[in-house]
């Protein structure tokens, strides 16, 4: 246990020296591991976890590697045009390589967001993998006429069967239909183990 000189206890003010001494002991004496518990380098992903207690249900809980959390997603947010510029019909509108921080990754979904409503058509964006050769999306991701978001769409996106990206892979974003008016378009991409 840290050896600390009080106010209390001294009767009078602490001098720079007394001061200085307290930070020193309990630097010195802090815990860095907890005492019963072994430390790793790795984690099995498919039996290991995190427990830990929740107070509002005191109750232990855990959570598990190999399980799909918010802990283990990654998003990728591209903005591909300016909100006040008109996307344009084609592939390659933008790319985007993926870091190291997603190598073996799987895209898990994927959505895009306008910024000025479009109207008399669907607009349809498609995210291809330019390193593979392949389209990630079996069903491309469509914001509705009068829609800013997909997230809204009648018919959502849908990853296909090529979804799985590496290090230094480059993303094409294309946009095969753009409806009336539309101005901006961001392409968010959710990745999970």
Do not use: W
């Amino acid at each position: 246990m840290a050896t600390i000189v009080l106010r209390e206890t001294k009767g009078s003010p602490l001098t720079f020296a007394e001061a200085d001494a307290n930070f020193t002991n309990l630097n010195d004496d802090k815990q860095e591991t907890i005492p019963n518990l072994s430390l790793v380098t790795s984690a099995d992903m498919a039996t290991d976890k995190i427990s830990f207690y929740d107070t509002s249900s005191g109750a232990t809980r855990s959570i598990l590697f190999n399980k799909v959390t918010a802990f283990t997603e990654r998003t990728l947010v591209i903005k591909c045009v300016a909100d006040t510029i008109g996307p344009s019909v084609g592939n390659g509108i933008t790319h985007v390589t993926i870091p190291s921080t997603l190598n073996g990754k799987n895209l898990q979904s994927a959505q895009a967001h306008v910024y000025t409503v479009g109207t008399g058509s669907t607009t349809t964006v498609q995210l291809h993998n330019l390193t593979d050769g392949q389209d990630m999306l079996s069903t491309a991701i469509t914001i509705d006429s009068g829609e800013k978001d997909s997230s809204t769409a009648a018919t959502p996106s849908v990853v296909g069967n090529y979804s799985s990206v590496s290090t230094a892979d480059v993303i094409r974003i294309d946009v095969d239909v753009v409806a009336t008016n539309t101005l901006g378009l961001e392409v968010r991409m959710v990745f999970n183990t």
